[in-house]
């Protein structure tokens, strides 16, 4: 059952027997039904990064900030989603392309998403651990495959923009950046200058540059969360 | 559209301010209102706020207003004028009691005519309104309303309508499930999960919860009522209990 927007900042998940709804720990707002909710934590070990399994992967998403705890909602009946009066944006995946989210923009999603945490290390070498470090992102980005819907967090509201065809590269700053969708390559582009160093810059040093096909988020809003 | 600018004639009476959901404005007419404090965001004509201590009319702050705990966040307003409040851009609506009674969150609760009696209610941080009259209430996105029985995490609880005894449900299956997650941190098993963020207020997670009982008792007829098509339909069935949630409530801070 897809995720429903019930207003600006609330989603309604319709639970039935057998599914599961992966969700961010404390977003539950209210429920009807009989629903439990357990504890879940992201498997950032099973795909992506092998080697970074246990309490040295979670050691490595708890430091890179990462880590947010989620938990799974089970069993059946009517659970409405929503994080500190954030907006909420819900994305229907077709099963064709790969969502890319940060975890601490991801508020629900359909338990039978594939979920991975993905070191930017091995997205874009060093330069994506430098644009990890650079932008606050974090070296680590969640991504979800398969078909369903995922509900992402915007202060104020996300708008997409297409990368592609005829628009082949889209510039994001990075803190207005919520997630992309498709097949869209991230790179930083830095342009620091002794001027920024002293806080005499223009305040945009630090670009994302989106390129390839596919819809990338942003907010009108520098706000982190 | 272009800009509009306000005056006392075109804001409306007892209505949001012309496509703000934010802001609200109150026609003054000689009959004062309860608002809280730091509430007034402007007013036209002459409007004085009295501290509840020292008001002009202390036989209306004694019959209505009997809460010394929040007796210092409230002001009595009067006068003649427009007045327009606001209160942490967070959304307003006004509600009509008939006969009724509802208990409110105190810090969404942002004034009401003294028409209605205010009483402290038995669950902390919650207030109780009685009678018959206006009240304004802001909430962090719009207001959800519900039927019990239902589960609400209580920071997401703005209040409830005539709705017997909420009491709080732990979930043992949660905590059983915590100690998986305290053994995942261990390395005892591949469950991860973080015990310290447990404590952080934040990340409250769902286990305590406020559960509505079921009715017990017919209830007594009242009316709760506002502009939004969605209370319009819950007009239609005044005998049943109604609990009010919003996205979260001004208690629990806003994102970092």
């Known amino acids: 059952m897809p995720l429903e927007l019930v207003n600006s900042k609330v989603v309604k998940s319709t639970l039935a027997p057998g599914q599961n709804v992966l969700a961010r720990k404390g977003a539950m707002l209210y429920y009807t039904g009989d629903v439990h909710f357990i504890p879940h934590s992201m498997g950032g070990a099973a795909s992506g990064m092998p080697s970074m399994g246990g309490v040295a992967g979670m050691a490595g998403r708890m430091m890179s900030g990462e880590h947010v705890a989620m938990m799974a909602a089970e069993g059946q009946g009517e659970v409405f989603y929503g994080h500190a009066g954030l907006y909420v944006e819900v994305i229907h995946l077709d099963g064709s392309s790969m969502l890319t989210v940060e975890a601490d923009r991801l508020l629900v999603h359909d338990g039978y998403l594939q979920s991975s945490i993905v070191a930017l290390t091995s997205q874009g070498g060093v330069r994506g651990a430098v644009r990890g470090a650079m932008t606050g992102q974090g070296l680590f980005t969640t991504q979800l495959t398969g078909q369903g819907s995922v509900a992402v967090l915007s202060h104020g509201g996300a708008i997409p923009l297409q990368v592609g065809p005829q628009h082949p590269q889209v510039v994001v700053d990075p803190q207005a950046y919520v997630c992309h969708i498709g097949n869209i390559s991230v790179d930083i582009s830095a342009n620091v200058g002794w001027r920024d160093a002293v806080g005499r810059g223009s305040g945009e040093a630090i670009q994302l540059k989106m390129t390839g096909t596919g819809t990338v988020w942003v907010q009108a809003s520098e706000q982190k969360f | ?256």
């Open chain 2, 1 to 256: 559209m272009g800009l509009e600018i306000h005056t006392p004639y075109t804001l409306p009476v007892n209505d949001n301010v012309p496509g703000n959901d934010y802001a609200f404005c109150v026609e003054l007419d000689g009959q004062p209102w309860f608002t809280s404090k730091g509430a007034m965001i402007a007013y036209y004509g002459n409007v004085r706020f009295e501290p509840l201590g020292q008001t002009s009319m202390p036989a209306i702050v004694a019959a209505r207003f009997s809460s010394p705990l929040y007796s210092n966040d409230w002001v009595l307003a009067q006068g003649q004028g427009k007045l327009i409040l606001g209160d942490r851009g967070f959304n307003i609506n006004s509600y009509d009691l008939d006969d009724g009674n509802l208990t409110i969150r105190a810090s969404n609760l942002l004034a009401f005519q003294p028409t209605l009696d205010l009483k402290q209610s038995i669950v902390p941080g919650f207030l109780t309104l009685l009678g018959t009259g206006k009240f304004l209430a802001s909430s962090n996105g719009p207001v959800m309303f519900a039927e019990p029985p239902l589960r609400i995490d209580p920071e997401a609880l703005v209040g409830w309508a005539d709705c017997p005894s909420p009491s709080h449900h732990f979930d043992a299956g949660w905590m059983q499930n915590f100690l998986g997650a305290a053994r995942g941190f261990l390395g005892a098993n591949s469950r991860g999960g973080t015990p310290v963020r447990l404590h952080r207020r934040r990340d409250r997670p769902d286990p305590v919860e406020r559960e509505g009982a079921r009715r017990r008792s017919p209830a007594p007829a009242h009316r709760v009522a506002n502009r939004h098509p969605r209370a319009e339909q819950s007009q239609g069935a005044p005998q049943h209990h109604r609990v009010a949630v919003a996205a979260v409530t001004p208690g629990a801070e806003p994102a970092e």
